[in-house]
């Protein structure tokens, strides 16, 4: 849920400083949202890797379960950090207008890089659980570079005199009707 809310704080938070034409406001927005982000997942990250024994427990007393599950924590706590970071990101395309393109890049790595990668980790190399779980690794890694790219590309000024200029048409749609 935290990652969820770390990407509708990016959206909403940027859109607004877009609407009062503060690009350098938006940008910084959006690295202060990176970093607490990032600082919430490794807060949360340090208390499962304290906690890693008791949870496990909970969940099983079978050693082999909690061998299978010690050997892809760390993987898992990384993927924990890629997501805060994917979020945060999605959420800002979400306010460049690119949400078409970032979700093709989702669906994209999902399809053609993560599915076959999976299988490849899992069974030819036969890395099982570890190569389940190192695929998506490798296809957020992507789809960080992917989303950096889409946000660096586009030009800041000009969405924001876009959403300037959709305001001002809204503002006077309501004053004719």
Known sequence: MVTVGMGYFASTYVSLEFKEQNVVKAKMVTVATYIYSIIVHLIIAGICFIFVAPICKFYTTDSDVTEIFNSVFMIWIIQHIFNSILSVSFGVLRSLGKTGLGSAGILTCSYVISLPLCYFLAFEKQQLIKGLWMAPLVMKFILIIYFFVLMGYDN??????????????????NELG
Not at 163 to 171: F, G, K, L, Y
């Open 156 to 173: 800041w000024n000009k969405v924001a005199e876009h959403e300037r200029v959709e305001i001002e048409a809204v503002d006077f749609d």
